[in-house]
């Protein structure tokens, strides 16, 4: 029901475009374009992969208020995950590979907060996927682009205005043997910034 | 509802009947994947003309303030899909608010009252400049005239030309007359678009504009208006005119849809879409269904307000 209507308030179209729609573990990381990111992505699934998903949430922004903790774990079923003062007993990886290891599948968002540019670029990011990669190197991990939700709720706004999203899913990557850790950084990053171009050229 | 508008809404649910029964055979009937994909194409097409044609007579039923709410809902279904292709920027959000929220419900109150010298000039004067306003004051100036365009190109062409429609039925005296009249100019422009492609597959060989539309033929154009102009003044005790007056009034709304069609595939083509979104089934989104309307409307609704001599 609340998926529906995610999906009819955003106008979101969903493509599979290097990968097909498979309930197993797997890793979708995703650009950070607004607060809509996360349930405007999980609406966009497939209810069989929606009901096995659990998308990676910033713990200080989903307690904010009862409601929004209501819906990240009652309805999103995120996993609330800290951004400052980790130490070994909260470090968010662990967290992550629990996920996998009950066969679920993750949604993470791997620059870290919002990119408020105008232009598109990606902001550089953060290690945890290659972590996540080294640790269960037999998860996919699938670039998912997110288009056009900071034009509907952009940083700073409070009036949504009725643009329609759009979803992408691309060809999974894996973990090269002996991959460094900046390199594989670099190429999860151009993945993503790959859907975009071919966006751009659609 | 008038018993000529029931004659005509027996008329269209039974053609629309007759070609479902048509494409049920047809995809049966159909041995090849390629005739079998043909076939579902044009089923899913015949699913949307169900839905538009229910919605249509469904609200000439209820009345004027039903068929202003109607297209109020087409206009901002096609708003968002021309706005969605297009780059704005975070300054845009304010004035794209405003236009979604404020300057298309208000230009469909003004219709709906019907309050004839607002509505004729609320979107090109009072949103013009308030809106542009709007976004010189957000401060970004980022190739600034080439975005307030196009919020104002979407606001004109997805609004104020679409709400024309809902306005028709004040051009006569008796709104009932005036529900039918609109009923007859939605049905002529439609029926034009169906024979076009009609035409165009029996006997399309010179293109018509080959950059804009591949698919569009002289052969279908003059086919698809001869037949929908026909058409028009067969029906033409749907209207106020003489059969011949019918006919004319006809053959210029078909052919300003034509034109409607042709400058909204320009703007497809530059922004590198073929469809404005997918919302109806084979036709592509709202914005694809209604480019023509829009296009045909203004211009039907002042020389027929002239015409019955309500003046200019």
């Given at each position: 029901m609340i998926a529906l209507l995610i999906r009819l308030l955003s106008g979101v179209q969903t493509r599979w475009v290097g990968v097909e729609p498979a309930v197993r573990p797997r890793v979708y990381f995703a650009n950070h374009l607004s607060n809509l990111d996360l349930p405007v992505l999980w609406a966009a699934l497939p209810p069989a992969i929606r009901r096995r998903v659990q998308p990676?949430?910033?713990?200080?922004?989903?307690?904010?208020?009862?409601?929004?903790?209501?819906l990240a774990t009652r309805v999103f079923h995120a996993e609330l995950i800290e951004r400052k003062a980790i130490t070994h007993e909260n470090n968010p990886l662990r967290q992550?590979?629990?996920?996998i290891d009950r066969g679920n599948a993750l949604v993470i968002f791997p620059e870290g907060r919002r990119n408020i540019s105008d232009d598109g670029d990606l902001l550089p990011f953060k290690p945890g996927i290659w972590h996540l990669a080294r640790n269960r190197p037999e998860v996919e991990l699938v670039p998912t682009l997110l288009d056009n939700l900071n034009r509907i709720l952009p940083r700073g706004e409070w009036l949504p205005v009725p643009i329609m999203a759009s979803v992408t899913f691309g060809a999974p990557l894996r973990l090269g043997e002996g991959e460094s850790r900046e390199s594989f950084l670099e190429r999860c990053t151009a993945a993503l910034a790959a859907l975009a171009d071919d966006r751009e050229e659609a | 509802m008038s018993s000529d508008l029931r004659w005509f809404a027996f008329a269209i649910l039974g053609l629309l009947s007759l070609a479902t029964v048509a494409g049920v055979l047809g995809a049966w009937l159909s041995r090849s994947d390629k005739a079998r994909g043909a076939a579902a194409d044009a089923n899913s097409r015949l699913l949307a003309w169900w839905f538009l044609a229910g919605s249509i007579l469904g609200a000439a039923w209820l009345g004027q303030t039903a068929l202003a709410v109607l297209f109020g809902l087409a206009s901002f279904c096609a708003l968002r899909e021309f706005v969605s292709i297009h780059r704005t920027r975070k300054g845009d959000h304010r004035a794209l608010f405003l236009a979604f929220f404020v300057v298309l419900p208000l230009q469909y109150v003004f219709v709906a009252l019907p309050w004839?010298?607002?509505?004729?000039?609320?979107?090109?004067?009072?949103?013009?400049?308030?809106?542009?306003?709007?976004?010189?004051?957000?401060?970004?100036?980022?190739?600034?005239?080439?975005r307030i365009a196009k919020v104002q190109f979407g606001l004109l062409f997805c609004v104020y030309a679409l709400s024309h429609v809902?306005?028709?039925?004040?051009?006569?005296p008796k709104p009932e007359d005036g529900i039918a009249l609109l009923c007859w100019f939605l049905a002529v422009v439609q029926l034009s678009d169906v024979f076009q492609w009609v035409w165009g597959k029996a006997l399309g060989r010179m293109k018509l504009a080959p950059t804009l539309s591949p698919n569009k033929t002289w052969g279908g154009l003059i086919g698809g208006i001869l037949t929908a102009t026909a058409i028009g003044a067969a029906l033409y005790w749907m209207t106020p005119f003489s059969p011949g007056r019918a006919a004319a009034f006809a053959a210029g709304a078909c052919f300003l849809g034509v034109l409607g069609g042709l400058v909204m595939s320009a703007i497809k083509r530059d922004a590198g879409v073929k469809?404005?979104?997918?919302?109806?089934?084979?036709?592509?989104?709202?914005?694809?269904?209604?480019?023509?309307?829009a296009f045909a409307a203004p211009v039907f609704f002042h020389v027929a307000r002239w015409v019955l001599g309500q003046g200019l």
């Open positions: 990676v949430a910033a713990r200080d922004y989903w307690t904010m208020t009862p409601m929004h903790h209501w992550m590979e629990a996920i | 004839y010298g607002m509505f004729t000039i609320f979107i090109p004067v009072w949103a013009f400049l308030l809106l542009t306003a709007r976004a010189a004051v957000a401060g970004d100036t980022t190739r600034f005239l080439e809902a306005a028709i039925p004040q051009l006569t469809d404005w979104g997918a919302s109806l089934g084979g036709h592509g989104g709202v914005l694809d269904r209604v480019d023509g309307l």
